[in-house]
């Protein structure tokens, strides 16, 4: 028989607010543990919550972004469940009313475009963080990220592999990081989805029993995962088994999942109003004013870039995989340079060097710094060779690529007489060449630009060399 798989995601996204979701607690990465924590997030009784209007903002750019409805009015819920890291033993969430729903996203994928439907988009508050040193025998609990906001973005079933999950949160990611409200990075955890998947007969309209595996952190998680959970519930199947409602485990390693506990419903959280939160109302006009302020995504842009710049569609979808990219090449372009140098020094040097530093999105130099570069190469000042040495400094520490050219005498030479000096040592040490050449040899003269680019230590301008050689050999 065949099979279809059918998968749904929950993806949770940290927000990049500097303060937490009901505190004015730091939310900045890397502190030592349990220094940003105060009595609310710490989950004291008697503390109080107020919500910060930044996630209240960032929710609803996300919720336009992914062509959903705005709640005109929002409540929080109360999700009890005890856990270490959940110092208040419930987590402040959404269940009732979210504030965002029946939203979509479309994208290509190898076989067309694709569109998933997003049942809903809601905040809470994300928890603390286990430390586990299974020597000492010890668990140490560190609360700095209890509180830290995140968004959680439940799709439908629309999905029929890994490989379009992946695709899903490739474009997801994409327009977050447009919005600028998460950089989004699932090693590091601010992005991390859940995969809900079950199989079913080819054809048929109901659904499997599903099973969730959760927090998976990478891509290749997700399509691995997507991958030995079909096979697994497939044999199950074929054996005459039923698949068991279950969240699962995936093994990133062994490439295999084992089930963790029976998956809880909604009624297992006892979910109630959040008796400490008001309901927020957003206002028509609010919502309004957000839209009219959504950035050109990707899709719209790279489409743009490709009809104004006459670049090919693949170097303009390069160009605007990050906003930030496409920015600094439509500046660089507007000070005067050529959009095709522009997008291969962006496309080839910049994105090699980041992949190098791993620093995936800290563009240090501007726009003008890389025009300048450009311009030193087409005015016949360094090679590529030498400008290959100064965008690297340029990359690093957005050195001005005039002021380090001087700086390092990288400058090429245009001067005619020394030029000409160096052709004569250069024709004296290779009679044969030279007499090849006036036999009509035309490939000799190549040979012989390069032996006084040579001696001129590369720092000789080759046109200037051509010409000034030409005229010797003609002249005799
Ligand atoms: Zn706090």
């Known amino acids: 028989m065949e099979y279809e798989t059918v998968i749904g995601l929950e993806v949770h996204v940290e927000l990049n607010t500097k303060t937490k979701i009901f505190c004015s607690c730091s939310t900045a990465f890397g502190a030592k543990a349990n220094t940003q924590i105060c009595p609310v997030c710490a989950g004291l009784p008697g503390a109080l919550p107020v919500l910060n209007r930044q996630v209240l903002t960032a929710a ?18 109360r999700k009890n469940y005890f856990y270490p890291d959940n110092p208040q033993n419930y987590q402040i969430s959404q269940l009732y009313l979210p504030i965002c729903k029946k939203g979509y996203m479309e994208f290509d994928t190898g076989e ?4 998933v439907r997003i049942h809903d988009i ?3 508050e994300d928890a603390g963080k286990l430390y586990h040193d299974s020597e000492k025998g010890v668990s140490y609990a560190d609360y700095n990220r209890a509180g830290v906001p995140l968004l959680e973005i439940v799709t ?14 490739e474009k997801l990611k994409s327009r977050l990081r447009y919005l600028g409200i998460s950089d989004c990075r699932m090693q590091e955890g601010s992005m991390r989805a859940d995969v809900n998947l079950s199989v079913r007969p080819a054809g048929s309209s109901e659904y499997g029993t599903r099973t969730e595996m959760k927090n998976l952190s990478s891509y290749t998680a997700v399509r691995e995962a997507a991958a030995a959970e079909t096979k697994r519930q497939i044999a199950i199947l074929e054996s005459g088994g039923s698949v068991m409602r279950e969240t699962r485990r995936f093994d990133e390693k062994k490439k295999e999942s084992t089930g963790m506990r029976g998956k809880e419903g909604a009624e297992d959280y006892r979910y109630f109003p959040e008796p400490d939160l008001k309901a927020v109302y957003i206002a028509k006009e609010t919502t ?17 870039f490709c009809r104004e710049y006459g670049l090919g569609a693949k170097d303009a979808a390069l160009l605007c995989r990050e906003r930030k990219m496409a920015e600094l090449f439509e500046q ?3 000070l005067g340079a050529e959009a095709k140098s522009v997008s291969n020094w962006l496309n080839g040097e910049t994105l090699k060097l980041m992949a190098e530093r791993e620093v995936a999105d800290e563009l240090r130099f501007t726009a003008d710094r890389l025009y300048k570069l450009i311009k030193l190469i087409k005015d016949g000042i360094i090679n590529n060779t030498t400008a290959k040495e ?10 001005d690529p005039e002021k380090y050219v001087e700086e390092k005498g990288l400058a090429q030479s245009s001067d005619e007489d020394e030029i000409r000096e160096l052709c004569m040592q250069v024709f004296n040490a290779n009679p044969d060449a030279v007499s090849d050449y006036r036999n009509g040899k035309g490939r000799a003269l190549g040979f012989l630009v390069g032996c006084v680019m040579k001696a001129g230590s590369g720092k000789v301008e080759p046109k200037t060399v051509t010409k000034v050689m030409k005229e010797c050999l003609e002249k005799g």
């Open 60 to 77: 609803v750019r996300a919720g336009l972004a992914l062509n959903c409805e705005i709640a005109e009015r929002t409540r929080f819920d």
């Open 156 to 169: 439908e079933p629309d999905m029929r592999s890994g490989e379009e999950a992946v695709a899903f949160l």
């Open 288 to 304: 309004e004013k957000l839209r009219a302020q959504m950035p050109e995504f990707s899709e719209e842009k790279t489409e743009r």
């Open 390 to 399: 100064v965008f690297e400094n340029m990359y690093d520490d957005n050195t």
């Open 122 to 124: 809601h905040m809470e």
């Open 112 to 115: 067309g475009r694709k569109k």
């Open 332 to 334: 660089t372009v507007s």
